[in-house]
C-alpha cells in the first residue's frame, strides 16, 4: 500500500504555496503479471492472391474469417515447439490452431473498422500483442494471411518473458503445468498449487511451474511462500523476468521497498520491456525510499510500454509524485487518466476528492 512519506520542512512549504493538499491515496496493488505489448516486431509481410476458397477485396467479406501465419527462427527453420500468441483483443482475433511446423490458425473479425476493404485493401488481419518463443525476443505487430514472423535470439544482458526451461520439460510436467493453470484461471488456487507442485515434482528446474505456484500461493495470503517460489524459479532460469516482476510486486504488498526495487531493477536490468510493471514497482519503491527523481522517470516509462493501460496505478502515483512538486495542473491530469481506467472502489473516491480540492483552491484563487 501507498503510505505517506515524512515531509521535510521545505516539502511543507512547497505544499502550501501550490496550496496542494494531498490526500493519503492508499491503494492495493493488483498488477497484471502478463507482460505489456513490445513495439519491436520482425514481420515480414508477404503478398497473398485470394485462393478460390478466399473472398476478392470487392466482394461483400463474412464476419468472420481464417488466416494462416507462420512463426519461425531467424535463419528460416522452424520452432521446436509451439510459440505462445497474444492478441491485443480476442474479440478481433483469437487463435483457432496452433502446429508443430510453427504455423498458426488466427480467426480475425473482418467486421471491425480496422478490416473494412476501405481501409485495408491488402486483405483482413489483425494486431498481435506478443509472439513469444523461449530464448528469444518477443515480437509484436500487424499480421495478414501469409505472413512470416521471425524471432531473433536474445542477447547476452537481455531477459525472455517465456521460460527456456520450458522446451526441456517432460510431458507428465507439462500436462501438471497445464491443468495448475487451467484451475488458476478458475481461481482455485489450492488445486493448482497442487498441480504446479506435481510439475516441479517431475521436474524440479521448471521455472513457470515454480512462478504459477508462487501465484497460487501469492492469492492464498501465504506470502512468504510466495515469495520463496519466486526466487525458485529465478534460481531456475535466471534470464526468466516474470517471478523477478511478481517479487517484486509481492514485496511492495508486504511494505519491503528496497526488496521491491531490488527484485525490479533486476528486471529491468534484463530490458524488461515486456514488463511495465517492472518499471511500475520499482517507482513504487523508489517513492517510498525518497528518491522522488527515479519514481518519476520510471513511473512515466511504465506508462509508455502500457498501452493496454494494465497498470492505472501508474497514473495515480505519477499523479502523486507531480503534486509533491506542486504540478498540479498535470497531476489532475493523471488522476482523471486513472479514473478513465478505475472509476469506482476507494481509490476513485480519494483521486475525485482530491481533484475536487485542487479545483476549490483554484476557484479560492
Request: contains cysteine.
Amino acid at each position: 500500500m501507498f503510505q505517506e512519506r515524512p515531509i521535510t520542512p521545505a516539502q511543507r512549504s512547497n505544499r502550501k504555496t501550490g496550496g496542494v493538499v494531498l490526500l493519503l491515496l492508499a491503494f492495493q496493488l493488483s498488477i497484471c503479471a502478463r507482460p505489456a505489448y513490445r513495439d519491436m516486431a520482425q514481420f515480414e509481410g508477404q503478398s497473398h492472391r485470394p485462393g478460390p476458397d478466399q473472398p476478392s477485396p470487392r466482394t461483400s467479406i463474412p464476419e468472420r474469417m481464417s488466416i494462416t501465419i507462420r512463426v519461425v527462427l531467424e535463419d528460416g527453420s522452424p520452432l521446436a515447439s509451439n510459440p505462445l500468441i497474444l492478441p491485443y483483443s480476442e474479440e478481433d482475433c483469437h487463435v483457432s490452431g496452433l502446429f508443430r511446423d510453427g504455423t498458426v490458425r488466427l480467426e480475425v473479425r473482418t467486421g471491425s473498422d480496422l478490416n473494412t476493404v476501405e481501409r485495408n485493401p491488402h486483405g483482413p488481419g489483425c494486431r498481435l500483442w506478443k509472439v513469444a518463443f523461449p530464448g528469444y525476443q518477443s515480437a509484436s505487430g500487424y499480421v495478414r494471411d501469409g505472413t512470416i514472423v521471425k524471432m531473433y535470439r536474445l542477447g547476452d544482458h537481455e531477459g525472455s518473458s517465456v521460460s527456456i526451461t520450458t522446451l526441456h520439460a517432460p510431458e507428465k510436467a507439462r500436462k501438471a503445468y497445464e491443468r495448475g493453470e487451467a484451475l488458476l484461471n478458475k481461481r482455485q488456487w489450492n488445486q493448482a498449487e497442487r498441480h504446479f507442485r506435481a510439475a516441479i515434482a517431475l521436474y524440479p528446474a521448471y521455472a513457470p511451474a515454480w512462478s504459477e505456484l508462487g501465484v497460487a500461493l501469492e492469492q492464498q495470503g501465504r506470502l512468504p511462500e510466495a515469495t520463496e517460489a519466486f526466487r525458485k524459479a529465478s534460481e531456475a532460469d535466471p534470464k526468466y523476468i516474470k517471478p523477478l516482476v511478481q517479487r517484486a510486486r509481492v514485496a511492495g504488498a508486504q511494505n519491503h521497498w528496497t526488496e521491491e526495487r531490488e527484485a525490479a531493477k533486476q528486471a529491468i536490468d534484463l530490458h524488461a520491456v515486456d514488463f511495465p510493471a517492472a518499471y511500475f514497482t520499482y517507482a513504487e519503491a523508489s517513492y517510498h525510499l525518497g528518491a522522488l527523481e527515479e519514481a518519476n522517470q520510471n513511473c512515466r516509462r511504465a506508462i509508455e510500454l502500457d498501452p493496454r493501460a494494465e497498470i492505472p496505478q501508474a497514473h495515480l502515483l505519477l499523479g502523486l509524485l507531480l503534486a509533491e512538486r506542486g504540478i498540479t495542473q498535470e497531476a489532475m491530469e493523471q488522476f482523471h487518466a486513472f479514473l478513465k481506467l478505475v472509476p469506482t472502489g476507494a481509490e476513485a473516491e480519494k483521486a475525485r476528492e482530491q481533484i475536487r480540492k485542487w479545483e476549490q483552491t483554484a476557484k479560492t484563487r
